[in-house]
Every structure is written in C-alpha cells, then in structure tokens.
C-alpha cells in the first residue's frame, strides 16, 4: 500500500489568501484525522471522521478552517482567509475503526507570508 | 478527558547508551497504548504497540511493557544509536462515544544521539 498520501508537500501562500490541503488515507481505513504541528503548541488534533462523517471538530481553531470527506478516500482541509499564525505542518492520518494505531502522512509545511 | 504524560526533554546520549523515557497516563477505561517515533522532516511512524495489560511491545530493539498497576508505558534501549535520534511520542486510545477513537498523544521527547 502507498500509505496516506498528502498534498501538497510545501505550501507557500500571502495573507489572506485561500489554502487547500489534501489528503487520500490508506485504503479500507474507516477513520481519518487532521493535525496540527508547530513548534509552540505541538501536535493538535483538529477533526477527525469514521465512515466520512465528522465526529469532532473541536480542536479546529476558527471558522477560518474547514474539513470536508466527500467519499472514504478523499479529504481537504481548507483554510480561508489564511493568516500568517496559521503556518505549521499539517498531517493527515487514517486507521482502522476502533482502538488501533493511526497511519501518518508526511505532512504538509504551510508558510502564510 | 484521558491524558499523557511523558518526560520532557531534550535527552541526549552517547552511542550504545541504555534509553528510558517514561510515559504515564489518566484513563477511565482500559486503553490501548502506543509509542510513535518521529524522524526530522517526516510524518510520524508507529513504532510499537500494546492493547492490554502486562502486553510488551517491541521493535527495532526498542520495548515497553503495559503496567497497569502504575499507569505506565516506558521505552526501552538497550544500546541507542546515532540513527536513532528522533522525538518520541507516547499515546493511547480514548474512546469518543460508541465505536469512535482518537489518540491522545504526550508533547513529545527529543532524543539525540551523540558518536
């Protein structure tokens, strides 16, 4: 299997522009995750899906970002306006429905000038 | 909620050194517990895994045994090497409602090591 697939890899945008990352999880994978990773604040769960709904969006930090599934092998994360405090790592990452391990992509570095 | 709790680094060894980096962790129920390694520049990688007490996980030379009488989850080295510099994150598995999880990860521990 290919394991997630993310993209872009590198993303480099202006403030106030419109930011789309994109995520394929792993094949057979019910569940999916959006993460944040900075320097200051760590690794931050943003939303995450089972079976393409979504089941918490609690961490996801404004109304400046949303999460879409259309279908069990496609995801986005998109944020609109972007802000320069918005820069980080993005990482997607799918599993199996339950208590298991999750799967990561390598991540998308986000740079918002 | 749950929660981990991991040493804070960074910890810095010399080749061949013994490696322990504590993990504890608060749960209501009887969660699965993870260890995950994260390379510079990359995703984060499973490195292994116990799903109930008393379980010991290994790879790589690495292990860690599920105490549950001490909520603990420590890693384990015998002889680290320079490859093996890296941040170390201790997780489990909390449960969301009916058959939803998600991992609820420690900050992380940088390990380097030195030749």
């Known amino acids: 299997d290919a394991g997630v697939i993310q993209s872009p890899r590198h993303e480099v945008t202006e403030m106030g522009q419109e930011v789309t990352l994109r995520c394929k999880p792993i094949s057979g994978h019910n569940s999916l995750f959006w993460y944040r990773q900075t320097m200051m604040r760590g690794l931050e769960l943003l939303i995450y899906f089972n079976n393409n709904v979504p089941i918490d969006d609690s961490g996801m930090p404004e109304d400046r970002f949303s999460a879409k599934m259309p279908n069990a092998s496609f995801s986005t994360l998109k944020i609109q306006p972007s802000e320069p405090r918005d820069s980080a790592v993005y990482f997607c990452a799918s599993g199996p429905t339950g208590p298991h391990e999750q799967y990561f992509g390598p991540g998308t570095r986000l740079t918002v000038t | 909620g749950d929660s981990v709790t991991q040493m804070e680094g960074p910890v810095t060894l010399s080749e061949e050194a013994f490696l322990t980096i504590n993990c504890t962790y608060t749960?209501?129920?009887?969660?699965?517990l993870f260890w995950y390694v994260q390379y510079p520049g990359e995703g984060l990688q499973l490195l292994l895994k116990a799903t109930k007490a008393d379980d010991k996980g290994s790879n790589k030379g690495f292990e860690a045994t599920y105490r549950k009488e001490t909520t603990s989850f420590h890693l384990e080295k015998g002889s680290v090497q320079v490859s093996d510099s890296a941040v170390y994150f201790c997780a489990l598995s909390e449960s969301s409602g009916g058959s939803n999880y998600k991992l609820t990860f420690g900050k992380g521990t940088l390990l380097t090591v030195n030749p």
């Open positions: 749960a209501t129920g009887y969660p699965s």
